[in-house]
Protein backbone atom coordinates (compact mmCIF):
# COMPACT_ATOMS: atom_id res chain seq x y z
CA UNK A 1 0.00 0.00 0.00
CA UNK A 2 1.00 3.49 -0.71
CA UNK A 3 0.06 6.72 1.08
CA UNK A 4 1.61 9.91 2.42
CA UNK A 5 3.72 9.72 5.68
CA UNK A 6 2.36 11.59 8.57
CA UNK A 7 5.05 11.44 11.31
CA UNK A 8 2.51 13.11 13.96
CA UNK A 9 0.12 10.52 13.83
CA UNK A 10 -0.18 8.02 16.40
CA UNK A 11 2.16 4.86 14.47
CA UNK A 12 0.45 1.79 14.25
CA UNK A 13 2.63 -1.40 14.78
CA UNK A 14 2.94 -1.93 11.19
CA UNK A 15 4.89 1.33 11.28
CA UNK A 16 7.41 2.11 14.07
CA UNK A 17 7.99 5.30 14.69
CA UNK A 18 11.01 6.70 12.54
CA UNK A 19 10.21 4.15 9.94
CA UNK A 20 9.05 5.92 7.05
CA UNK A 21 11.41 9.05 7.12
CA UNK A 22 14.20 6.43 6.33
CA UNK A 23 12.58 5.51 2.99
CA UNK A 24 11.92 6.76 -0.91
CA UNK A 25 13.53 9.65 -2.46
CA UNK A 26 15.05 12.47 -0.60
CA UNK A 27 12.74 15.18 0.77
CA UNK A 28 12.97 18.70 1.34
CA UNK A 29 13.94 19.25 5.49
CA UNK A 30 15.63 15.71 5.42
CA UNK A 31 18.96 15.36 7.02
CA UNK A 32 21.26 14.12 4.01
CA UNK A 33 25.20 12.94 3.80
CA UNK A 34 27.17 13.86 1.31
CA UNK A 35 30.94 11.93 1.02
CA UNK A 36 33.00 12.43 -1.80
CA UNK A 37 35.55 10.17 -3.50
CA UNK A 38 38.07 10.77 -0.83
CA UNK A 39 35.47 9.57 1.86
CA UNK A 40 35.24 12.76 3.52
CA UNK A 41 31.84 13.50 4.92
CA UNK A 42 29.47 16.43 5.31
CA UNK A 43 25.64 15.97 6.71
CA UNK A 44 23.13 19.19 4.86
CA UNK A 45 19.31 19.67 5.55
CA UNK A 46 17.59 19.94 2.53
CA UNK A 47 15.60 22.79 1.08
CA UNK A 48 14.06 23.71 -2.04
CA UNK A 49 16.01 26.88 -2.58
CA UNK A 50 19.25 25.25 -0.67
CA UNK A 51 22.99 24.68 -1.89
CA UNK A 52 26.10 22.93 -0.31
CA UNK A 53 28.95 25.53 -0.87
CA UNK A 54 32.20 24.32 -0.37
CA UNK A 55 36.06 25.32 -1.71
CA UNK A 56 35.47 22.94 -4.68
CA UNK A 57 32.13 24.54 -5.80
CA UNK A 58 28.20 24.51 -5.74
CA UNK A 59 25.75 22.06 -5.17
CA UNK A 60 22.55 22.53 -5.37
CA UNK A 61 19.89 20.62 -3.05
CA UNK A 62 17.50 20.47 -6.07
CA UNK A 63 19.35 18.36 -7.62
CA UNK A 64 19.02 15.97 -4.58
CA UNK A 65 15.29 16.65 -4.25
CA UNK A 66 13.27 13.57 -5.17
CA UNK A 67 16.07 11.62 -6.15
CA UNK A 68 16.81 7.91 -4.97
CA UNK A 69 19.08 7.35 -1.89
CA UNK A 70 22.23 6.04 -3.12
CA UNK A 71 22.45 9.01 -6.46
CA UNK A 72 25.88 10.18 -7.20
CA UNK A 73 26.07 13.86 -8.41
CA UNK A 74 28.29 16.41 -9.49
CA UNK A 75 28.92 19.86 -8.08
CA UNK A 76 29.27 23.21 -10.23
CA UNK A 77 32.74 22.05 -10.94
CA UNK A 78 31.78 18.48 -11.75
CA UNK A 79 33.19 17.59 -8.29
CA UNK A 80 31.11 14.00 -7.71
CA UNK A 81 29.38 13.35 -4.10
CA UNK A 82 27.16 10.13 -3.31
CA UNK A 83 24.40 11.40 -0.96
CA UNK A 84 22.71 8.73 1.44
CA UNK A 85 20.51 9.18 4.38
CA UNK A 86 22.70 8.99 7.83
CA UNK A 87 21.96 5.91 9.27
CA UNK A 88 22.00 6.04 12.91
CA UNK A 89 26.13 5.55 14.10
CA UNK A 90 26.90 8.71 11.15
CA UNK A 91 23.69 10.75 12.81
CA UNK A 92 25.04 10.32 16.62
CA UNK A 93 28.32 11.15 15.68
CA UNK A 94 27.25 14.48 13.40
CA UNK A 95 24.30 15.49 15.69
CA UNK A 96 24.36 18.45 17.77
CA UNK A 97 26.08 18.05 21.42
CA UNK A 98 26.93 19.22 24.54
CA UNK A 99 29.01 16.11 26.46
CA UNK A 100 30.13 12.90 25.33
CA UNK A 101 28.10 10.93 23.45
CA UNK A 102 27.91 7.25 23.85
CA UNK A 103 29.72 6.06 20.48
CA UNK A 104 28.08 3.75 18.50
CA UNK A 105 30.18 0.58 19.53
CA UNK A 106 29.06 0.96 22.94
CA UNK A 107 25.46 1.68 22.40
CA UNK A 108 25.07 -1.71 20.48
CA UNK A 109 26.58 -3.29 23.19
CA UNK A 110 24.50 -1.83 26.00
CA UNK A 111 21.61 -2.82 24.19
CA UNK A 112 22.30 -6.05 23.95
CA UNK A 113 24.06 -6.86 26.97
CA UNK A 114 21.46 -4.80 29.48
CA UNK A 115 18.90 -6.71 27.22
CA UNK A 116 17.03 -4.31 25.98
CA UNK A 117 13.54 -5.65 24.62
CA UNK A 118 10.51 -4.84 22.81
CA UNK A 119 8.00 -3.46 25.58
CA UNK A 120 10.51 -3.22 28.42
CA UNK A 121 10.47 -0.66 31.04
CA UNK A 122 13.78 0.95 31.05
CA UNK A 123 15.02 3.89 32.76
CA UNK A 124 18.14 6.07 31.69
CA UNK A 125 20.01 9.14 33.25
CA UNK A 126 21.77 11.28 32.21
CA UNK A 127 20.25 12.18 28.82
CA UNK A 128 23.34 14.33 27.52
CA UNK A 129 23.03 15.13 23.75
CA UNK A 130 20.33 11.76 23.32
CA UNK A 131 22.38 9.71 21.38
CA UNK A 132 22.16 6.75 23.64
CA UNK A 133 18.25 7.41 23.96
CA UNK A 134 17.65 7.12 20.71
CA UNK A 135 19.36 3.24 20.80
CA UNK A 136 17.14 2.71 23.50
CA UNK A 137 14.11 3.63 21.80
CA UNK A 138 14.73 1.71 18.83
CA UNK A 139 15.10 -1.27 21.12
CA UNK A 140 12.17 -0.84 22.90
CA UNK A 141 10.04 0.15 20.41
CA UNK A 142 6.66 2.02 20.28
CA UNK A 143 5.39 0.04 22.73
CA UNK A 144 8.22 0.56 25.39
CA UNK A 145 8.71 2.83 27.55
CA UNK A 146 11.90 4.69 28.27
CA UNK A 147 12.07 7.33 31.12
CA UNK A 148 15.11 9.23 30.86
CA UNK A 149 16.21 11.42 33.75
CA UNK A 150 19.13 14.53 33.26
CA UNK A 151 19.95 17.33 35.53
CA UNK A 152 20.68 20.03 33.39
CA UNK A 153 17.23 21.59 31.56
CA UNK A 154 20.23 22.42 28.64
CA UNK A 155 21.10 19.21 28.32
CA UNK A 156 17.31 17.67 27.80
CA UNK A 157 16.56 20.48 24.93
CA UNK A 158 19.51 19.31 22.84
CA UNK A 159 18.46 15.60 23.33
CA UNK A 160 14.80 16.19 22.75
CA UNK A 161 15.84 17.97 19.24
CA UNK A 162 18.15 15.29 18.50
CA UNK A 163 15.60 12.50 19.39
CA UNK A 164 12.66 13.97 17.40
CA UNK A 165 14.92 14.91 14.33
CA UNK A 166 15.96 10.90 14.21
CA UNK A 167 12.37 9.78 14.62
CA UNK A 168 10.59 13.02 12.55
CA UNK A 169 8.69 13.58 15.78
CA UNK A 170 8.23 13.29 19.68
CA UNK A 171 8.24 9.19 20.38
CA UNK A 172 5.70 7.93 22.05
CA UNK A 173 7.70 5.80 24.46
CA UNK A 174 9.86 8.33 25.45
CA UNK A 175 9.87 10.71 28.91
CA UNK A 176 12.09 13.07 30.03
CA UNK A 177 12.20 14.29 33.82
CA UNK A 178 14.57 17.24 34.46
CA UNK A 179 16.47 16.20 38.08
CA UNK A 180 18.97 13.80 39.40
CA UNK A 181 18.45 10.71 39.22
CA UNK A 182 19.12 9.86 43.07
CA UNK A 183 16.44 12.10 44.28
CA UNK A 184 13.73 11.68 41.35
CA UNK A 185 13.68 7.99 40.41
CA UNK A 186 11.38 6.57 43.42
CA UNK A 187 9.05 9.41 42.71
CA UNK A 188 8.10 8.19 39.55
CA UNK A 189 8.79 4.55 39.46
CA UNK A 190 7.27 2.18 42.19
CA UNK A 191 9.56 -0.39 43.35
CA UNK A 192 10.55 -3.58 41.65
CA UNK A 193 8.47 -1.75 38.27
CA UNK A 194 11.60 -1.06 36.10
CA UNK A 195 13.21 -3.92 34.30
CA UNK A 196 16.59 -2.09 32.90
CA UNK A 197 18.41 0.78 33.82
CA UNK A 198 21.28 2.53 31.87
CA UNK A 199 23.55 4.80 33.77
CA UNK A 200 26.05 7.38 32.04
CA UNK A 201 27.00 9.90 34.14
CA UNK A 202 30.37 10.78 36.73
CA UNK A 203 29.27 8.93 39.11
CA UNK A 204 26.96 5.84 38.87
CA UNK A 205 27.53 4.77 42.97
CA UNK A 206 25.14 7.63 44.03
CA UNK A 207 22.42 6.33 42.42
CA UNK A 208 22.17 2.43 42.89
CA UNK A 209 20.21 2.29 46.11
CA UNK A 210 17.80 4.51 44.08
CA UNK A 211 18.36 2.12 41.08
CA UNK A 212 17.88 -1.27 43.02
CA UNK A 213 14.97 0.20 44.59
CA UNK A 214 13.24 0.88 41.16
CA UNK A 215 14.57 -2.40 39.66
CA UNK A 216 12.52 -5.80 39.39
CA UNK A 217 14.07 -8.99 40.28
CA UNK A 218 16.19 -10.32 37.65
CA UNK A 219 16.45 -6.99 36.07
CA UNK A 220 19.85 -5.16 35.07
CA UNK A 221 21.93 -2.73 35.63
CA UNK A 222 24.19 -1.25 33.07
CA UNK A 223 27.02 1.46 33.60
CA UNK A 224 29.10 3.49 31.26
CA UNK A 225 31.99 4.77 33.13
CA UNK A 226 34.97 6.15 31.45
CA UNK A 227 37.94 5.81 33.80
CA UNK A 228 38.84 2.58 35.69
CA UNK A 229 38.47 4.62 38.89
CA UNK A 230 34.54 5.31 38.33
CA UNK A 231 34.86 1.25 37.21
CA UNK A 232 36.36 0.39 40.13
CA UNK A 233 34.50 2.34 42.68
CA UNK A 234 31.03 1.75 40.74
CA UNK A 235 31.51 -2.01 41.38
CA UNK A 236 32.78 -1.67 45.15
CA UNK A 237 29.32 0.54 45.75
CA UNK A 238 27.32 -2.46 43.29
CA UNK A 239 28.66 -5.45 46.26
CA UNK A 240 28.24 -3.10 49.38
CA UNK A 241 25.02 -2.54 48.10
CA UNK A 242 24.19 -5.74 48.47
CA UNK A 243 20.89 -6.32 46.30
CA UNK A 244 23.02 -6.99 43.09
CA UNK A 245 24.60 -10.03 41.76
CA UNK A 246 28.64 -9.88 41.39
CA UNK A 247 29.17 -7.38 38.19
CA UNK A 248 30.57 -7.71 35.20
CA UNK A 249 32.80 -5.56 33.40
CA UNK A 250 33.91 -5.05 30.02
CA UNK A 251 35.02 -2.88 27.08
CA UNK A 252 34.19 -2.84 23.66
CA UNK A 253 36.95 -1.87 20.68
CA UNK A 254 36.74 -2.00 17.18
CA UNK A 255 39.23 -2.07 14.71
CA UNK A 256 38.57 -0.86 11.46
CA UNK A 257 39.97 -2.86 8.28
CA UNK A 258 42.34 -1.74 5.31
CA UNK A 259 41.10 -4.25 2.73
CA UNK A 260 42.31 -3.53 -0.92
CA UNK A 261 43.69 -6.13 -3.44
CA UNK A 262 46.55 -7.59 -1.41
CA UNK A 263 46.74 -4.95 1.04
CA UNK A 264 44.81 -6.05 3.51
CA UNK A 265 45.80 -5.13 7.18
CA UNK A 266 43.99 -3.17 10.22
CA UNK A 267 43.65 0.57 9.83
CA UNK A 268 46.14 2.20 11.15
CA UNK A 269 44.08 4.72 13.66
CA UNK A 270 41.18 3.43 15.81
CA UNK A 271 39.21 5.26 18.16
CA UNK A 272 41.31 3.13 21.40
CA UNK A 273 39.49 4.02 24.68
CA UNK A 274 35.55 5.10 24.64
CA UNK A 275 34.41 3.59 27.87
CA UNK A 276 33.58 0.80 30.28
CA UNK A 277 30.48 -1.54 30.35
CA UNK A 278 29.48 -2.61 34.00
CA UNK A 279 25.95 -4.50 34.37
CA UNK A 280 24.73 -6.71 37.28
CA UNK A 281 21.11 -8.19 38.00
CA UNK A 282 18.87 -6.96 40.75
CA UNK A 283 19.11 -10.23 42.98
CA UNK A 284 15.35 -10.84 45.02
CA UNK A 285 14.66 -9.87 48.02
CA UNK A 286 15.98 -11.73 51.36
CA UNK A 287 18.78 -13.34 48.45
CA UNK A 288 22.34 -12.60 49.09
CA UNK A 289 25.30 -12.04 46.17
CA UNK A 290 27.08 -15.53 45.58
CA UNK A 291 30.72 -14.82 44.76
CA UNK A 292 33.86 -16.14 45.58
CA UNK A 293 35.23 -15.12 48.77
CA UNK A 294 38.07 -12.05 48.70
CA UNK A 295 40.20 -10.41 50.80
CA UNK A 296 38.48 -7.25 52.18
CA UNK A 297 41.64 -5.34 52.25
CA UNK A 298 41.78 -5.40 48.39
CA UNK A 299 39.11 -3.56 48.02
CA UNK A 300 38.44 -0.88 50.61
CA UNK A 301 38.65 2.93 49.83
CA UNK A 302 40.45 5.41 52.50
CA UNK A 303 38.19 8.42 52.93
CA UNK A 304 41.39 10.27 51.00
CA UNK A 305 41.07 8.35 48.13
CA UNK A 306 37.06 9.54 48.04
CA UNK A 307 38.03 13.15 48.21
CA UNK A 308 40.50 12.82 45.66
CA UNK A 309 37.57 11.91 43.04
CA UNK A 310 36.34 15.12 41.84
CA UNK A 311 34.88 15.55 38.38
CA UNK A 312 37.73 18.11 37.33
CA UNK A 313 40.00 14.79 38.29
CA UNK A 314 37.64 12.44 36.47
CA UNK A 315 38.10 14.12 33.76
CA UNK A 316 34.96 15.51 33.26
CA UNK A 317 34.71 19.17 31.31
CA UNK A 318 32.72 22.07 32.42
CA UNK A 319 30.39 23.12 30.03
CA UNK A 320 28.88 26.48 29.59
CA UNK A 321 25.03 27.30 29.62
CA UNK A 322 26.28 29.21 26.58
CA UNK A 323 26.96 26.43 24.58
CA UNK A 324 24.52 24.36 25.65
CA UNK A 325 21.77 26.44 24.73
CA UNK A 326 23.20 26.95 21.11
CA UNK A 327 23.24 23.54 20.84
CA UNK A 328 20.03 22.95 22.05
CA UNK A 329 18.42 25.69 19.47
CA UNK A 330 20.26 24.28 16.64
CA UNK A 331 18.70 20.70 18.02
CA UNK A 332 15.60 21.70 18.49
CA UNK A 333 15.66 23.95 14.70
CA UNK A 334 16.38 20.64 12.84
CA UNK A 335 13.86 18.33 14.46
CA UNK A 336 11.32 21.35 13.53
CA UNK A 337 12.41 20.44 9.98
CA UNK A 338 12.75 17.14 10.07
CA UNK A 339 8.79 17.22 11.85
CA UNK A 340 8.19 19.50 8.47
CA UNK A 341 9.53 17.08 5.75
CA UNK A 342 7.94 13.89 7.27
CA UNK A 343 4.71 15.95 8.04
CA UNK A 344 1.46 16.34 5.88
CA UNK A 345 2.45 17.55 3.01
CA UNK A 346 6.12 16.10 2.63
CA UNK A 347 6.72 15.16 -0.74
CA UNK A 348 4.75 11.64 -0.25
CA UNK A 349 6.73 9.09 1.29
CA UNK A 350 5.63 5.76 0.31
CA UNK A 351 5.94 2.89 2.47
CA UNK A 352 4.56 -0.48 0.93
CA UNK A 353 4.64 -2.04 4.48
CA UNK A 354 2.53 0.55 6.22
CA UNK A 355 -1.04 -0.82 6.65
CA UNK A 356 -2.98 2.15 8.00
CA UNK A 357 -1.16 5.45 5.64
CA UNK A 358 -1.57 8.36 7.52
CA UNK A 359 -4.35 10.94 7.17
CA UNK A 360 -3.22 14.42 5.52
CA UNK A 361 -3.34 17.02 7.73
CA UNK A 362 -3.02 20.78 7.14
CA UNK A 363 0.16 22.58 6.59
CA UNK A 364 2.59 22.09 4.18
CA UNK A 365 6.27 21.24 3.48
CA UNK A 366 8.07 24.67 3.52
CA UNK A 367 11.26 24.97 1.79
CA UNK A 368 13.42 24.50 4.82
CA UNK A 369 15.51 27.37 5.67
CA UNK A 370 19.40 25.86 6.22
CA UNK A 371 20.01 26.53 9.95
CA UNK A 372 22.85 28.27 10.11
CA UNK A 373 26.41 26.69 10.35
CA UNK A 374 24.88 23.15 10.41
CA UNK A 375 26.46 22.14 7.43
CA UNK A 376 29.52 20.82 9.05
CA UNK A 377 31.53 18.38 8.32
CA UNK A 378 31.04 15.70 10.10
CA UNK A 379 32.73 14.70 13.33
CA UNK A 380 34.82 11.47 13.25
C1 LIG B 1 28.08 11.99 29.36
S1 LIG B 1 26.54 12.73 29.48
C2 LIG B 1 25.42 11.51 28.87
C3 LIG B 1 25.53 11.29 27.39
C4 LIG B 1 24.39 10.49 26.80
N1 LIG B 1 24.35 9.14 27.34
C5 LIG B 1 24.47 10.46 25.29
O1 LIG B 1 24.72 9.38 24.72
O2 LIG B 1 24.30 11.52 24.66
C6 LIG B 1 26.24 12.69 31.20
C7 LIG B 1 24.98 13.45 31.59
O3 LIG B 1 24.55 12.98 32.86
C8 LIG B 1 23.96 14.05 33.55
N2 LIG B 1 23.95 13.62 34.98
C9 LIG B 1 25.03 13.41 35.77
N3 LIG B 1 24.64 12.93 36.96
C10 LIG B 1 23.28 12.83 36.92
C11 LIG B 1 22.29 12.40 37.85
N4 LIG B 1 22.64 11.98 39.07
N5 LIG B 1 21.00 12.43 37.48
C12 LIG B 1 20.64 12.87 36.25
N6 LIG B 1 21.54 13.29 35.33
C13 LIG B 1 22.84 13.27 35.65
C14 LIG B 1 24.84 15.24 33.19
O4 LIG B 1 24.19 16.47 33.36
C15 LIG B 1 25.15 14.94 31.71
O5 LIG B 1 24.21 15.54 30.87
Known amino acids: MTGTADQTAAPTPATPRGALNRRGPFRAGERVQLTDERGRMNTVTLAADGEFHSHRGVLSHGELIGRPEGTVVENSAGFRYQALRPLLKDFVLSMPRGAAVVYPKDAGQIVTMADIFPGARVVEAGVGSGALSISLLRAVGDQGHLHSFERRAEFADIARGNVETMFGGPHPAWR ?22 VLDMLAPWECLDAVATALAPGGVVMCYVATVTQLSRTAEAMRADGRFTEPDASETMVRGWHVEGLAVRPDHRMVAHTGFLLSARRLADGSERLAPKRRASKSEYSQEDLDAWTPVALGERDVSDKKLRRAGREALGLAERAARATGPAGAGVSDPGAQDPASAGPGGAAAAAPVPGEEQEDRP
Do not use: F, K
Not at 177 to 186: N, R, V, Y
Open 176 to 197: ITIGDLAQELGQYEQPGSVDRV
